[in-house]
C-alpha cells in the first residue's frame, strides 16, 4: 500500500512564492519519474514539471524560468518551488509518482489528493 501526501498549498498574492511538496510512504523499493500536473475547471490536466530518476527536468513553457522541480529521493518526495507566482497560475495542483513497490517489483503511476493554489492579483 503507498500514500502520497501532498502539503505547501494555498493562497499568495501575485509576485509570491509557495513550495509544493509530495512525500510518498509504505514499501517502495525505488522511485522512478515523478511530476506535477494541475488543473483548473473546464481545462484539461496539464503537466507543469517533470523530473527523472537521474535528475533531467522538463517544464512547461508557461512556468519556465519561475519554478523548479526538485525530489529527494531518500524520503521519496518532490518539491516544486514556485516564484514569481501570476493569477493564471491559479488552479489544483496534483504530484504523480512512479514507484516501484518491494511486493511487486513493477513500476507503477500513484497520485497525490491535489492541493489548491490560488494567486490573486
Known amino acids: 500500500q503507498v500514500q502520497l501526501v501532498e502539503s505547501g498549498g494555498g493562497l499568495v498574492q501575485a509576485g509570491g512564492s509557495l513550495r509544493l511538496s509530495c512525500a510518498a510512504s509504505?514499501?517502495?523499493?525505488?522511485?522512478?519519474?515523478m511530476a506535477w500536473y494541475r488543473q483548473t475547471p473546464g481545462k484539461q490536466r496539464e503537466l507543469v514539471a517533470s523530473i527523472t530518476s537521474g535528475g533531467n527536468t522538463n517544464y512547461a513553457d508557461s512556468v519556465k524560468g519561475r519554478f523548479t522541480i526538485s525530489r529527494d529521493n531518500a524520503k521519496n518526495t518532490v518539491y516544486l518551488q514556485m516564484n514569481s507566482l501570476k493569477p493564471e497560475d491559479t488552479a489544483v495542483y496534483s504530484c504523480?509518482?512512479?514507484?516501484?513497490?518491494?511486493?511487486?517489483?513493477?513500476?507503477?503511476?500513484?497520485w497525490g489528493q491535489g492541493t489548491q493554489v490560488t494567486v490573486s492579483p
Open positions: 509504505g514499501s517502495i523499493f525505488r522511485s522512478n519519474a
Open positions: 504523480n509518482l512512479w514507484l516501484v513497490l518491494e511486493t511487486t517489483m513493477i513500476s507503477t503511476g500513484y
